[in-house]
């Protein structure tokens, strides 16, 4: 079965650093751009950010360009988001989302994780 | 940053009836176009792809038309299962955005 599953949200103070893990499974991962998009408590969707399947090439919003990093680890069919300077705007559940095309550079989600909550509070 | 616009923001039906949602694009993204379904508490569901490829495993009921700037998302037939938040989003250019949804009740 094809899966993604999302890890390492919680609460974190603002300023402070967390870093997210999404764990794939049932598909060639290296094959494949990830992205991170998330969703603040009752608001609709957010892009954050994307990696081709090589680590060649990260985009970011620029609501988090400077403070938030994402990386993979194929050999661990693994994505990150590691988040610093976290603000309490960054709160929010936190989705990975695979394309649905391994040869597309910007395309739809087809698989979504369950997403994690991050929640930036003092 | 190419800014999506659906409508209506809220949209409540009666069962069997049919639904139109459109999604409007700042400017042109050709057919770079997709809808999802997002149920309470669970993430976000593929629909339609690039305006009107439907995605094995959707009901037919679900269609998706248009190109350019307008695009349509249509429910034929809407079913008590149908009541959800619709959103679209493009992938014609970065940064990637989404329409802000919108929410269907069934009545």
């Known amino acids: 079965e094809v899966q993604l599953v999302e890890s390492g949200g919680g609460l974190v103070k603002p300023g402070g650093p967390l870093r997210l893990s999404c764990a794939a499974s049932g598909f060639t991962f290296s094959d494949y751009r990830m992205h991170w998009v998330r969703q603040a408590p009752g608001k609709g969707l957010e892009w954050v950010s994307s990696?081709?399947?090589?680590?060649?090439?990260?985009y970011y919003a620029d609501s988090v360009k400077g403070r938030f990093t994402i990386s993979r680890d194929n050999a661990k069919n693994s994505l990150y988001l590691q988040m610093n300077s976290l603000r309490a705007e960054d709160t929010a559940v936190y989705y990975c989302?695979?394309?649905?095309?391994?040869?597309?550079?910007?395309?739809?989600?087809?698989?979504w994780g369950h997403g994690t909550m991050v929640i930036v509070s003092s | 940053e190419i800014v999506l616009t659906q409508s209506p923001d809220f949209q409540s039906v009666t069962p069997k009836e049919k639904l139109t949602i459109t999604c409007r694009a700042s400017?042109?993204?050709?057919?770079?176009l997709h809808w999802y379904q997002q149920k309470p508490d669970q993430s976000p569901k593929l629909l339609i792809k690039?305006?009107?490829q439907s995605i094995s495993g959707v009901p037919s009921r679900f269609s998706g038309s248009g190109s350019g700037t307008d695009f349509t998302l249509t429910i034929n037939s809407l079913e008590a299962e149908d009541a959800a938040t619709y959103y679209c989003?493009?992938?014609?250019?970065?940064?990637?955005?989404f329409g802000q949804g919108t929410k269907v009740e069934i009545k």
């Open positions: 400017q042109s993204i050709g057919s770079s």
């Open positions: 990696i081709s399947g090589t680590n060649s090439f990260t």
């Open positions: 989302a695979r394309v649905t095309s391994s040869v597309a550079i910007l395309d739809a989600f087809d698989i």
């Open positions: 690039f305006a009107s």
């Open positions: 989003h493009q992938s014609s250019s970065l940064p990637l955005t």
